[in-house]
């Protein structure tokens, strides 16, 4: 059969747009509220993404950065956002088209979603796996246990 209708398109759309909406909910409250913390993982080759070249050599492919507590500057556009976070010390300017973005979690209330980025379906993941910007990548079947990093 022929979808005529593009459910594969719509539903990344609608997911891209709960994303893009997160991120406006963290600017507008002057923070992410409560216990909310978000991992976004990025293609950092992707058309449009804007980082400092020394970013792309440690992460010539894909990136998680973490919004939760030091964060500044953030801008949240139809298509984009735009952050600066600090790496090594050092405040670095980011904008991320939303269609970059390969994974975004929010381990604090077990959500994530997985977005495909080579034309298969996108899908929802479900318990989130959670990374950080400056470990290595587990391999893919390795689920993390959030837990162990939630606060006491």
Do not use: C
């Amino acid at each position: 059969m022929t979808d005529y209708i593009g459910y594969e398109a719509l539903t990344q759309a609608a997911m891209r747009g709960v994303v893009r909406e997160a991120l406006r909910r963290a600017k507008t409250n002057g923070g992410v509220p409560g216990d909310h913390h978000f991992y976004i993982s990025f293609r950092t080759r992707a058309p449009g993404v804007k980082i400092a070249d020394h970013l792309i050599q440690r992460f010539p492919e894909e990136m998680t950065i973490v919004v939760q507590h030091q964060y500044w500057d953030l801008e949240v556009h139809e298509g984009h956002f735009e952050i600066v976070l600090k790496f090594s010390g050092v405040p670095q300017h980011l904008s991320i088209p939303l269609a970059a973005i390969t994974r975004f979690v929010d381990p604090s209330v077990n959500f994530g979603l997985t977005f495909e980025t080579r034309g298969r379906d996108a899908g929802v993941i479900a318990p989130a796996k959670e990374a950080v910007e400056e470990a290595p990548k587990p391999p893919a079947e390795t689920v993390v246990n959030l837990d162990a990093y939630r606060r006491k």
